[in-house]
Each structure stands twice: as structure tokens, then as C-alpha cells.
């Protein structure tokens, strides 16, 4: 709940099994189901089977699915709950086709030959500066409480998502970089 108390407005839980940040779907439900109104909660797969999801789904009652693999949009159409489709940005997103995507919003993750998101590193926020997108854009890729002030700044994206930006080591938060990243992300400024 700290996250909560702090002023976070969505929770993102990582059905990914090779992440160091996986929550297991009871786990998963255990949370969720002592969540306050109004804080939307977010389920991360990757390259899962239809299935898996709509299993996960059913254990969690998630709110928002944030598919972070290689989905096809096919694929991605099959839930009838809101959808995030990540895309990782490497060098240009000009031969990005977001509009086959029939999502909810578009999540713009830094590129990694090795992993699917929370690799700590962003990407060049001038490749998308200005771009006007069909779809609201969540930021991530690299985000910590001394660079989101000026990512929110450049990109102006309707939300942020951090991970590893904000842990002491792999998949543990660190309570001062959580409660510095949400206010300055909301706010411009560091807590005093």
C-alpha cells in the first residue's frame, strides 16, 4: 500500500515467470482484492497463450492487460478488458504500425536484445517528441526520480511506468526512490 498512500494511481503486477519482479495470480488477487476504489490495476504478460490470461484473469479480476511480448494484434484483440500494447523503441519508431493495434493505449519501452521491459535503460525521448499518437502513451524505459521530470516534460505522456527505477535491488522497492519519483512525476519537484 505504499505505493497507494503515496499518490500512485495504477499497480502493475508482472505475470512474466522469468522477471525478477513476477507476482503469482494469488498473490496477485490477494493485493488487488484490498485495493481502494479508483486505483486501476495492471497485469503484465508476455508471449503468453490465450489461455494463461484469460485464466490469469479470471484468478486476479485485473483490470487493464499490458502485453509487453512480440502479440501479434490479432492476438491482442481476443480480451474484452482495456488493453496496453508495449512497444520497445530502438532507433525510430517509423516503421511502428501502432494503428494496427486496436488497444487502449500504447506503452513506449526502451529496446533490450535480452529482456522484456525493466532492463533500467531509457531510450532517445526526441524520436517521439512531438509525434501525435492516435492512442494515449504511457512512458517507460529507464524512468527514476532524477530523470522523469524532464521525460514528462519532453514526451508529455498521459501517464509514466517505473520499475526498476525506483528498487534498491531487483524486484524490491526503495520507499524514498517511490515517494520521490510519483511526487516529482506529478509535481516537478523532490520531496523535502
Not at 81 to 89: D, E, G, L, Q, S
Not at 103 to 128: Q, R, T
Not at 157 to 181: C, M, Q, R, T
Request: contains cysteine.
Amino acid at each position: 500500500m505504499f505505493c497507494i498512500d503515496h499518490g500512485a494511481d495504477a499497480l502493475g503486477f508482472v505475470f512474466y515467470e522469468k522477471s525478477p519482479r513476477y507476482v503469482s495470480p494469488d498473490k496477485a488477487r490477494e493485493i488487488i482484492n484490498s485495493l481502494p476504489p479508483f486505483i486501476t490495476n495492471v497485469g503484465l504478460f508476455v508471449n503468453d497463450t490465450n489461455e494463461t490470461v484469460k485464466e490469469i484473469c479470471t484468478t486476479t479480476k485485473i483490470d487493464v492487460l499490458q502485453f509487453h511480448g512480440d502479440e501479434e494484434s490479432d492476438y491482442v484483440n481476443l480480451f474484452k478488458r482495456k488493453t496496453i500494447k508495449a512497444f520497445r523503441i530502438k532507433e525510430s519508431i517509423d516503421k511502428i504500425n501502432f494503428t494496427d493495434y486496436n488497444v487502449d493505449a500504447y506503452l513506449l519501452d526502451s529496446h533490450s536484445d535480452a529482456v522484456y521491459g525493466g532492463s533500467g535503460k531509457n531510450f532517445s525521448w526526441e524520436l517521439i517528441k512531438g509525434h501525435k499518437f492516435d492512442k494515449p502513451v504511457i512512458l517507460a524505459g529507464g524512468l527514476n526520480p532524477e530523470n522523469v521530470v524532464d521525460a514528462v516534460n519532453i514526451v508529455k505522456p498521459y501517464a509514466v511506468d517505473v520499475s526498476s527505477g525506483v528498487e534498491k535491488a531487483k524486484g524490491i522497492k526503495d520507499h524514498d526512490k517511490v515517494k520521490n519519483f510519483i511526487i516529482r512525476a506529478k509535481h516537478g519537484r523532490l520531496e523535502k
